[in-house]
C-alpha cells in the first residue's frame, strides 16, 4: 500500500514537471484575445413587457448584463453603460409613417401597396419583441445607431416574464413514486409495504421561488438582422416545503433580495449562453 | 307601351350589369369557405407572425376566444403551428409550439382540454393539471354566437373565421367585405377582404396557388391606449386545408383517459 501511494505521488510529480500549466496560460490568453478580435458592441436599452414596469427590472437587467459582458473579457464594449435610447420608441418612430400610408392605401383600395410591399416580407420582423432570429428590424434606426456608438452589433434584451412562483419538484415525486411501487411489491411486507408505499407515493416537496424568463437578441446594426436570440427561464428557489405524511417543513416568504438574486442568475445565464455561442462562431454571423 | 319595354330592358341590362360585381366574390375562396361551413375539414398551418403579449403592460382586454389567456409564458411571442379539423359537431384544435400543444377536442356537447408535452424525447398527454385523466367541460354555445367560433389563437380564429359565410358572423363582429381579385407575378393569384369598425381597420389577403389556398396575409390599423396608430401583420402558411377530415385527430390520443359529462 505504501508503495502504491509513494508510485502515484512520484507520477503525479512527474506528469507537472511535464505538463508546466500550459493550459493555464493558453487560457489567460485567450480572454484578451478574443475581446479584440470580437466586433464592437453597444448594449441597448432593455424592454420590460411585463406588468410590473414600475421595478424597473429592465434597467436593473441591463446593467447586469452589461457587467457580466465586461467580465467575461470576450466582448468589445464600445460604452461602460446600456445605451439611454429606447429602440422600441425609435422603431415605431421610424413606422409612423409607413403605418399612415399603408392605412391609407387600404382605404383606398390598393391593398398590393401594402401585402407586396417591403414591410410584409416574411423576414422582416413585427416588432423588436416579436423577432426572431434571421428577421429583420428596421435596419434604418439600427444603422443609425451603430454609426453613431461606433458599433457594428447592438445587443437587446426584453423581460418577457417575471413573477414568483411555486413548482413542483418533480425528481423527488419520480424518487418517491418509484421507491412506493418498489416497496409495494416487496414480498412478505404485505401491509407494511401497502401502507408504507401509499405514504411515499403521497411525498411531495414543491418549491418556492422567483422566476424570470428573458429574451436576449443580437442585431446587425448595418442591415438590421437579428443575428442571435436565446430565451432563459431562470428560477431562484428560496423556499422548500415538503409534505410527508406526520411532517411537513414550510419556509419564509420571498423579499426583494430574491428577486435581485433571480435577475443576476438570469444575466448570467444569459452571457453564459453567448460566450458559448461566441466559442462556437455562432454569435455574430 | 314601348317605352315601357324600353324602361324594362333597361332595368334588366342594369341588374345584369351588376351580376358580375356579386358573383366576383364566388371565388377560389368558396371552396375553402364551403368546407368551414359544412364543419368538414382539416387544416394545417404555420404562423409565422406572433401576437406580441397581451395583458402585460397595460390592457386588462379578457377575451374569450380558447388560446390567448393561458399559454404559457415561455412560449409568447414564438411562431407556432397549429391545426383544425371539423366533422359535423366534432371539433379538433391544436396549437403546436414544438415542444408543448395546447389541444381542445370537442365531442358532442363536451370540450375537453389538454396538452402535449416533449421531455427529453419522451412525448406525453396530460389534462392542464398534468393528470392522466381529462375531465369534460360543458360546451358554451353561447360564447361562440357571442364571440365566434373558436380555431386556436385569437389571429387563427379571425383570419378563418373571415371565410364563413356573413350569417355565421356574429352580431358586434366586423364583417369582411370583398374587395377584389388579381395575379401576382409570381404566378399566385390573391382575393382581397376588408373591414372597418370602431376596433380599426384590417385587411385580409388570401393567396392562392393555382385553385389551393397557400397563404393568409391581415394587415390590422388601429389606435393604441396612447392614442397612436400602430399597424400589425399576421402571416398564416397553410400546409393543408382539405375537405376530409382527419379522423385520428378526433379521439383521445393513448394514454389519456376522458371523463364525460354524459351519464
Known amino acids: 500500500m505504501k508503495n502504491m501511494l509513494k508510485c502515484a505521488a512520484v507520477m503525479a510529480l512527474g506528469a507537472a514537471l511535464i505538463f508546466p500549466g500550459t493550459d493555464t496560460e493558453a487560457a489567460a490568453a485567450e480572454p484578451a484575445a478574443t475581446a479584440s478580435q470580437s466586433p464592437n458592441c453597444v448594449v441597448m436599452k432593455f424592454s420590460d413587457d411585463t406588468r410590473y414596469k414600475g421595478l424597473e427590472s429592465d434597467e436593473r437587467f441591463a446593467e447586469l448584463v452589461m457587467e457580466k459582458l465586461m467580465d467575461s473579457g470576450r466582448f468589445k464594449l464600445q460604452t461602460q453603460k446600456p445605451i439611454g435610447k429606447d429602440m422600441e420608441e425609435m422603431l415605431y418612430n421610424e413606422r409612423r409613417q409607413e403605418f399612415v400610408d399603408a392605412k391609407r392605401a387600404i382605404e383606398s383600395g390598393d391593398l398590393s401597396a401594402v401585402f407586396e410591399g417591403q414591410a410584409f416580407k416574411d423576414e422582416m420582423a413585427n416588432t423588436l419583441s416579436t423577432a426572431d432570429k434571421g428577421q429583420i428590424v428596421a435596419s434604418a434606426v439600427t444603422s443609425r445607431i451603430g454609426k453613431e456608438s461606433n458599433a457594428e452589433y447592438l445587443i437587446h434584451g426584453t423581460i418577457v416574464n417575471l413573477g414568483k412562483g411555486t413548482w413542483e419538484d418533480t425528481d423527488f415525486k419520480s424518487g418517491t413514486s418509484l421507491a412506493a411501487t418498489v416497496l409495494q411489491n416487496i414480498p412478505g411486507l404485505g401491509l407494511f409495504g401497502s401502507i408504507g408505499g401509499g405514504l411515499l407515493r403521497n411525498a411531495n416537496k414543491v418549491d418556492t421561488g422567483f422566476g424570470v424568463i428573458v429574451d436576449m437578441r443580437v442585431i446587425r446594426a448595418a442591415d438590421g438582422e437579428v443575428v442571435w436570440n436565446q430565451r432563459s427561464q431562470v428560477r431562484v428557489k428560496k423556499t422548500k416545503n415538503l409534505n410527508v405524511p406526520l411532517y411537513s417543513k414550510n419556509s419564509a416568504a420571498l423579499n426583494e433580495t430574491d428577486y435581485v438574486k433571480a435577475l443576476d442568475k438570469a444575466a448570467q445565464e444569459v452571457v453564459k449562453g453567448m460566450v458559448k455561442d461566441l466559442d462556437e462562431h455562432k454569435l455574430f454571423l | ?263
Open chain 2, 1 to 263: 307601351m314601348r317605352r315601357n319595354k324600353w324602361m324594362a330592358a333597361a332595368v334588366l341590362g342594369a341588374f345584369t350589369l351588376c351580376l358580375p360585381f356579386n358573383m366576383a366574390s364566388a371565388g377560389k375562396l368558396d371552396a375553402y369557405r364551403n368546407m368551414l361551413a359544412q364543419r368538414n375539414c382539416t387544416i394545417s398551418y404555420e404562423n409565422i407572425t406572433p401576437a406580441e403579449r397581451e395583458h402585460n403592460r397595460d390592457s386588462s382586454n379578457l377575451s374569450a376566444t380558447f388560446g390567448r389567456m393561458s399559454t404559457p409564458p415561455l412560449y409568447t411571442h414564438k411562431g407556432y403551428k397549429g391545426m383544425v379539423v371539423m366533422q359535423g359537431e366534432d371539433r379538433y384544435v391544436e396549437t403546436n409550439y414544438g415542444d408543448y400543444s395546447k389541444c381542445q377536442l370537442k365531442k358532442g356537447s363536451d370540450v375537453y382540454d389538454f396538452k402535449r408535452e416533449v421531455k427529453k424525447g419522451k412525448e406525453t398527454w396530460k389534462s392542464f393539471d398534468g393528470k392522466a385523466t381529462v375531465v369534460a367541460s360543458e360546451f358554451q354555445p353561447e360564447k361562440e354566437l357571442l364571440y365566434g367560433e373558436s380555431f386556436g389563437t385569437s389571429d387563427v380564429s379571425r383570419l378563418l373565421g373571415v371565410m364563413l359565410p356573413k350569417d355565421r358572423i356574429p352580431a358586434g363582429q366586423p364583417v369582411y367585405n370583398y374587395v377584389g381579385a388579381g395575379n401576382l407575378p409570381n404566378g399566385q393569384s390573391y382575393e382581397d377582404y376588408k373591414a372597418s369598425s370602431a376596433a380599426g381597420l384590417e385587411a385580409v389577403r388570401y393567396y392562392f396557388d393555382g385553385t389551393k389556398l397557400v397563404r393568409i396575409a391581415s394587415a390590422s390599423y388601429s389606435r393604441n391606449g396612447a392614442g397612436q396608430l400602430v399597424g400589425r401583420k399576421c402571416i398564416l402558411k397553410i400546409m393543408d386545408f382539405s375537405g376530409t377530415p382527419d379522423s385520428s385527430k378526433l379521439s383521445m390520443p393513448a394514454g389519456l383517459k376522458a371523463k364525460s359529462l354524459q351519464k
